[in-house]
């Protein structure tokens, strides 16, 4: 059910907002705080889908799916992800964020990644299985969020 | 004729085993984006699923098909099973077993 567009739901806010939760995502990897730097990178893109989304159609009905908001942006945007690092980091990102990770201790973040199996082969204990999820994620979501970048200035031109 | 997301349905239920989809199909569009699941992709890295997936899809998809299709992730299911949509649970069990919904927040 669509809800009426809200402060937080604002194009221009959520496109500040991306920007913001990018850069604490980096500051987070720095901490060496695998989960928070996850889970903000996914919301820095999910941040940046839905201000594309909702520039186009205001309308929001607050989940949390990043394909689906991906298919509400414009085409032009979804078109600059098709190529082959694109794509494998559009896939990292749909299959490991969640929006629940910030609910997530250090060992429940680990479950999460043992879960999902894609962990298999890397040397270490649970803080290098964590340190090389999170530098994978956060460097997917940056590879994104310059695209969105991009899509969104040629919507919003100065 | 089939239409393109028909086609498309049909090509992947018959190259990936046990397969389940979430599309988002825009005609006005012309656009497929969203997720498919298999087993198949187990122990796949996500360039081989990528790689896999668009071989497929230009193999057997011609360039007027081909514009139509957009970034699609290929999921494992214990990927899938955390998603927020309920793609989680499998269309058939072996007896006795029991399936979790997603939690929903």
Known sequence: MAKPVGLSHRPNVLFAASA?????????AGGSDWVMATY???????????????????????RHDLSAWLSKCPRSFRDTLLTQAGCERWNLLVAVWRNDLRY??????????????????IKGGGDAIMRYSAKRVLESASFVHRKELFAWQRLTPS | MATVDTKLVRLLRRE?????????????????????????????????R????????????????????????????????????????????????????????
């Open chain 1, 40 to 62: 903000l990178a996914g919301l820095s893109v999910e941040c940046m889908l839905q201000a594309l989304a909702l520039h186009l159609v205001p309308t929001h009905d607050a």
């Open chain 1, 20 to 28: 913001e939760r990018l850069a604490a995502a980096v500051r987070a």
């Open chain 2, 50 to 105: 990528q790689k896999r997936l668009w071989n497929v899809l230009t193999r057997h998809l011609d360039e007027a098909e081909m514009h139509w299709i957009g970034p699609i992730a290929a999921l494992s299911p214990a990927e899938a099973e955390t998603l927020p949509d309920g793609l989680a649970t499998p269309r058939s069990t072996p007896r006795g077993r029991k399936t979790s919904r997603p939690s929903k927040r």
């Open chain 1, 104 to 121: 997530q201790s250090r060992a429940a973040f680990l479950g999460h990644l043992r879960r999902l199996g894609i962990i298999r082969g």
């Open chain 2, 16 to 48: 990936f085993s046990d397969l389940r989809r979430h599309l988002h199909i825009d005609r006005r569009d012309q656009s497929i984006v969203g997720y498919i699941v298999s087993p198949d992709f187990n122990r796949m890295t996500y360039a081989e």
